[in-house]
């Protein structure tokens, strides 16, 4: 099983938003040293947690900043583009950095209505997403009705960010499908998605796993009641116990919680056992995040141990 990271440039309160992108590059260069198979950015646009709006920007930086370890995106949001321009993106950071580059691809529009706006964009039904993502993948092979520049010299491997229906697409077009959240739970999606997909079936189980106190889940779980509650996703905060909470807000904090796999190194091996025996994952690619960069630090450093030191490794 391999081990991957996806990092959100997560911004913390009191800092710039600079400060969270230099701790993305300098994340990826240890991440590296400890072995993970991947290093993810994503995409989000006007958010206040989050400085990464461009992912090519910024995978272009992280493997600027490493050598060996494989870069990409999770994702880039389908809908917020043109396909030529995604496919010039990629083909460019492909020839520059071959044989590292990956591409994530999502179908999420923006986060609020004045976003989706500014982006020109709007939810992708399924017939257009599908039709997008088929003219993407022709850009790709040199199949489309015209070749990018620069002409890609080999195949970038493309990943598809999926719920349940995107799920049935992954599978149906035999793509690595990259899951998280309630579909998790979702059995006969999961193995449908292996049926359909066949012996091209990679499962990219996407989690929030931190090896440490508990508490280190605290900030983003408070993070994600405020967005529930107020709509605006906000910066990092230190993590407060006794923080004065709606009964709402401690409703979401708890879910929250409950669905992050923290705890001593033992607790987190055998939390980490059973979300792979329940979904037979291919790979982890752990999301999380803590207000604490050097906890954040230990943690992947710590699970780097668990995994690629002795009970997996990362891979071909």
């Keep these: 099983m391999r081990l991957s990271l996806l990092d959100r440039s997560r911004t913390r309160a009191g800092e710039p938003d600079s400060a969270a992108l230099r701790h993305t590059v300098a994340r990826a260069r ?121 002409r890609p010299e080999r195949s970038v491997p493309l990943f598809l960010l999926a719920t349940g229906a995107g799920l049935r697409l992954a599978g149906e077009l035999g793509l690595p499908a990259v899951v998280g959240g309630p579909v998790l739970d979702d059995r006969a999606a999961l193995e449908g998605y292996r049926e359909r997909a066949g012996d091209a079936a990679h499962l990219v189980v996407s989690a929030d796993v931190l090896v440490g106190h508990p508490d280190l889940a605290l900030s983003e779980a408070w993070a994600l009641a405020a967005a529930r509650t107020t709509g605006e996703f906000p910066p990092l905060e230190p993590p407060d116990p006794g923080r004065r909470t709606t009964a709402r807000q401690r409703d979401t904090v708890a879910r929250s919680l409950a669905r992050t796999l923290a705890g001593d190194p033992d607790t987190v091996a055998e939390l980490l056992d059973d979300l792979v025996a329940r979904t037979g994952a291919d790979e982890l690619m752990v999301s999380s995040s803590t207000w604490d960069r050097e906890a954040l630090d230990a943690s992947d450093a710590a699970l780097a141990r668990l995994l690629v030191g002795g009970r997996a490794h990362a891979g071909r």
């Design 30 to 150: 240890r991440a590296e040293q400890l072995g993970y198979h991947r290093f993810w950015v994503a995409e989000h646009h006007a958010v206040p947690g989050i400085a990464s709006g461009s992912p090519p920007v910024l995978m272009a930086a992280v493997a600027a900043a490493t050598d060996r370890i494989r870069v990409g995106s999770g994702g880039i949001m389908l809908p917020n583009h043109q396909p030529i321009v995604v496919a010039e993106q990629v083909a460019m950071l492909a020839a520059l950095y071959p044989g590292r580059i990956d591409l994530g691809i999502g179908r999420s529009p923006g986060f609020t209505e004045p976003v989706r706006r500014a982006l020109r964009a709007a939810a992708a039904d399924d017939d257009t997403f599908r039709a997008e993502l088929a003219e993407l993948r022709s850009f790709l092979d040199g199949t489309g009705p015209v070749t990018v520049r620069p």
